[in-house]
């Protein structure tokens, strides 16, 4: 069974930077693709950005070139990392994995940007 890990969330002021962690377990990472969403106060649903097998990546219109998505294959881990942040990024973000085989979520990490 996949086994999700998220961290790095916390409080940060605007303009802030954070870097949100996703580390996957019982997968085989190389072939997944590897997302993450978020979900505002609103409870709206949005993509963030995604980063693909081959390390394509792909970003929410609201980022701007603010957030960097990347990862590691050595350490299973994908990274999000967060510049210039906004009020309107608080949510909470969810890493989702997507292989052949398993479409997997974790239980998310909270990010509140605020003065």
């Known amino acids: 069974q996949v086994h999700i890990a998220e961290s790095g969330g916390g409080l940060v002021q605007p303009g802030g930077s954070l870097t949100l962690s996703c580390v996957a377990s019982e997968i085989n990472f190389d072939r997944a693709a590897i997302s993450w969403f978020r979900r505002n106060p609103t409870n709206k649903r949005e993509l963030v950005a995604v980063i693909g097998r081959s390390g394509g990546t792909n970003y929410g219109d609201f980022v701007e070139g603010r957030f960097t998505i990347s990862r590691d294959s050595a350490k299973k881990t994908v990274l999000l990392q967060m510049t210039s942040l906004k009020p309107e990024d608080t949510g909470v973000y969810y890493c989702?994995?997507?292989?052949?085989?398993?479409?997997?979520w974790g239980q998310g990490t909270q990010v509140i940007v605020s003065s």
């Open positions: 989702n994995v997507l292989t052949d085989m398993d479409d997997s």
